[in-house]
């Protein structure tokens, strides 16, 4: 009889056990969402602290570009973010969110070292096709106007400000008047690596020389091509 209770009160003692380790390996997930990544699939011990999954929430979706940070300092918070090329026809929106505040060294495809900055977007519509980890395409608007006269950019050169003889310091161009080249110096407002905006000096409509070569001088006769 002793022996039937001592046997007992052993199988009791390790179903408390193995109801304590039950309870130990319950995990609450912090978040909802899927499971996304299981790094530990063997059943085995881990020590606490070690990742075994990891989880994510698509509705919550954030956007992680990296720029160079001659680029980056450019980039505010609240900035549109255009994204193109994910798969789809449609252009998607985000918004700036973040700027980290600190640059790491990347090797570009030449083997050349760059300075590059994280800058986190948020997409404005939440329902889109969409994953971790997907690769997009992205524009961001620095600057923009409404009605801006526009000129490209292989039709402005650097010159000599009217104020200053000594440095190239403006910027000008050349417009076809009356069968003649004119040097025009021009002021722009910003601009981008194919056109740039206008605040002066050349009006709508008017014709300008791309590609100004050193035979082109202030007053030469000049004829479309």
Request: charged residues 25%; contains cysteine.
């Amino acid at each position: 009889m002793a022996a039937t209770l001592s046997r007992i009160a052993s199988v009791k003692a390790e179903l408390a056990k193995l109801a304590d380790e039950a309870a130990r390996a319950e995990i609450h997930a912090p978040i909802d969402g899927y499971v996304l990544r299981v790094l530990e699939e063997s059943a085995r011990y881990v020590e606490e602290g070690n990742p075994i999954l990891e989880l994510g929430n698509p509705s919550q979706l954030e956007i992680v570009v990296d720029l160079l940070s001659t680029d980056a300092v450019k980039v505010k918070p609240g900035a549109t973010v255009l994204i193109e090329h994910w798969g789809g026809q449609e252009i998607l929106n985000a918004k700036v969110r973040y700027v980290e505040p600190s640059a790491f060294t990347k090797i570009s495809a030449l083997g050349v070292e760059e300075q590059r900055v994280n800058v986190i977007a948020d997409f404005v519509d939440t329902s889109i096709p969409l994953g971790d980890g997907y690769r997009v395409e992205v524009r961001i608007v620095i600057w923009e106007g409404q009605d801006v006269l526009l000129i490209p950019l292989s039709a402005i050169f650097r010159c000599n400000s009217v104020n200053y003889d000594s440095a190239l310091d403006a910027w000008c161009t050349f417009v076809v008047e009356d069968g003649r080249a004119r040097k025009r110096q021009v002021k722009i407002r910003q601009r981008s690596n194919f056109e740039a905006a206008l605040e002066e000096g050349v009006g709508e409509g008017e014709v300008v020389i791309l590609h100004p070569t050193e035979q082109i001088k202030d007053g030469k006769r000049v004829a479309p091509r």
